[in-house]
C-alpha cells in the first residue's frame, strides 16, 4: 500500500511538472504572438503612413497636372481666336483692295 501511495505521488508530481512546463511554454507562445501582434500593428501603422503620404503627394500631382492642363487649354484659346482674328482682318484686307480696284485705285499707294 505504501509503495502505491508513493507511486501515485510520483506520478501527480510528474503531472503537475508536465502540466507546469505546458503551462510555461502555451505562456511564451501567448507573449511571442503578442509580440507579433504589436510588429504588425506598427508595421501596419508605417504602411498607413506611406500611404497617406503618397497618397497627398498625388493628389499635389495631380492638382499640378490640371493647373498646367488648363492653362495650356487657355493658351490654345487664346491662339485660336488670334488666328481668327487675323484670318479676319487678312479677308477685309483683301476685300477693301479688290474693291479699291474695282474703283480703279491701285492698293499700294494707300
Known amino acids: 500500500a505504501m509503495n502505491l501511495r508513493t507511486e501515485m505521488k510520483q506520478m501527480t508530481y510528474f503531472q503537475e511538472a508536465v502540466d507546469g512546463e505546458t503551462k510555461q511554454r502555451l505562456r511564451a507562445d501567448v507573449q511571442n504572438l ?6 504588425d ?3 501596419l501603422r508605417h504602411l498607413n503612413e506611406d500611404r497617406h503620404a503618397l497618397r497627398t503627394e498625388l493628389d499635389k500631382l495631380k492638382a499640378e497636372r490640371d493647373a498646367l492642363q488648363a492653362e495650356e487649354d ?3 484659346k487664346e491662339l485660336s481666336e ?3 482674328t487675323q484670318d479676319m482682318y487678312q479677308a477685309h484686307n483683301e476685300a477693301l483692295s479688290l474693291h479699291l480696284q474695282h474703283l480703279g485705285g491701285d492698293p499700294r499707294s494707300h
Open 34 to 39: 503578442e509580440l507579433d501582434r504589436e510588429r
Open 82 to 84: 488670334a488666328r481668327m
Open 74 to 76: 487657355e493658351r490654345r
Open 41 to 43: 500593428r506598427i508595421r
